[in-house]
């Protein structure tokens, strides 16, 4: 239920704006570098992965959110930041000279299909 409330309200780009914010500190400035990187605003930049995440997350990718955000204190923003990891490492890739894949190549099984890699 936690991960589809994350879903739902995280594909809306002014709620996943005002999420990472509330997050806050290096991780909201990461997001705002990959999203700048990419051309886009940081609400659309986010909610255009949480959607896609949703369209190719397998179980096993669902699961691991699941573990991931078990008992935290917050559980919808630790599984966003869960699913934002992916891209960020792959920005953080790319600014040492790996070209910088598309928002939509992001959602590919090694990225989307488990969640594991990230942790």
């Not at 806050?24 to 990461?30: N, P, Q």
């Not at 705002?32 to 999203?35: E, L, R």
């Given at each position: 239920?936690?991960?589809?409330?994350?879903?739902?309200s995280?594909s809306?780009?002014?709620?996943?704006?005002?999420?990472?914010?509330?997050i806050?500190?290096?991780?909201?400035?990461?997001v705002?570098?990959?999203?700048r990187?990419?051309?886009m605003?940081?609400?659309?930049?986010?909610?255009?992965i949480?959607?896609?995440?949703a369209?190719?997350?397998?179980?096993?990718?669902?699961?691991?959110?699941?573990?991931?955000?078990?008992?935290?204190?917050?559980?919808?923003?630790r599984g966003?930041?869960?699913?934002?990891e992916p891209?960020?490492?792959s920005?953080?890739?790319?600014?040492a000279?790996?070209?910088?894949?598309?928002?939509?190549?992001?959602?590919?099984?090694?990225?989307?299909?488990?969640?594991?890699?990230?942790?």
């Open positions: 239920m936690v991960i589809a409330d994350m879903i739902h995280c809306n780009t002014h709620v996943a704006q005002a999420a990472v914010f509330c806050g500190g290096a991780f909201a400035e990461r705002a570098a990959a999203a990187q990419r051309g605003e940081v609400g659309g930049f986010v909610a255009v949480v959607q896609e995440f369209r190719c997350a397998d179980g096993e990718a669902m699961r691991a959110l699941s573990c991931e955000i078990a008992g935290a204190d917050q559980p919808i923003l966003l930041a869960c699913v934002l891209a960020l490492s920005e953080e890739r790319s600014e000279g790996d070209p910088v894949p598309q928002v939509s190549a992001l959602h590919d099984r090694r990225i989307c299909g488990s969640l594991a890699h990230a942790h």
